[in-house]
Structure formats: C-alpha cells, structure tokens
C-alpha cells in the first residue's frame, strides 16, 4: 500500500493535470478538429438547442427544469457543459431547482 505522503502527491499531480487540460484544451481552432453528431429530438417541453458539448463547437438540446424539478447535484469539472438546468432565478438545492433565499439584512 502507498503510503499517505505518496497517495497526497499523486491527488494533487492528478488535480493539476486536469486544471492545466482545461485550460488548454480550447484553443483558438479547437472546434476544426470536433465530429459533431446531429442533436436528437428536442422538441419537448422546456428544450431548446444551444452550443455545448467539447469546448461549445457542436449545438446541444438543452432542457430548462422548472422550480421543484429534480436537478443534478454535481458538476464535472473538465467535462462538457450540462445539458440541463435550472431556469432562470433558480438553483439546485437538495437536488431540485429552488429559488435561493435572499442574504437577511
């Protein structure tokens, strides 16, 4: 087994390789090299077709969540940008789309 000081050296390496892949990764002609596949069907209730996907280059059906909809509660860091979210206003709290309470004055 590793011992602590080498599993801590081999966390941080990992965490500042992919600090460094992500902001390397886009470049200026970053989306010359991307294969983007046609969105599926996006026609349902609170969808619309956005950029996303590999540094934004192909279009993404998006789906806007209402208030009190379940919402994902974790974020990839390094990976594309979600395909949905809450609306405008909102915020996933507990795993669903809240209004966030105002700071008290």
Known sequence: MLGKNVQVSLLFLLFTINFINCLVVCQQNACDIVKCKAP??????????????????????????????????????????????????????????????APSD
């Open 40 to 101: 599926e069907e996006c026609t349902g209730p609170n969808q619309d077709l956005r950029k996303g996907g590999y540094c934004n280059c192909c279009t993404v059906c998006y789906t806007t969540l209402e208030e009190n909809e379940k919402c994902p509660t974790f974020v990839t860091i390094g990976g594309p940008p979600p395909t949905i979210g809450c609306g405008e206003g909102l915020k996933c709290i507990g795993g669903k789309c809240k209004k966030p309470k």
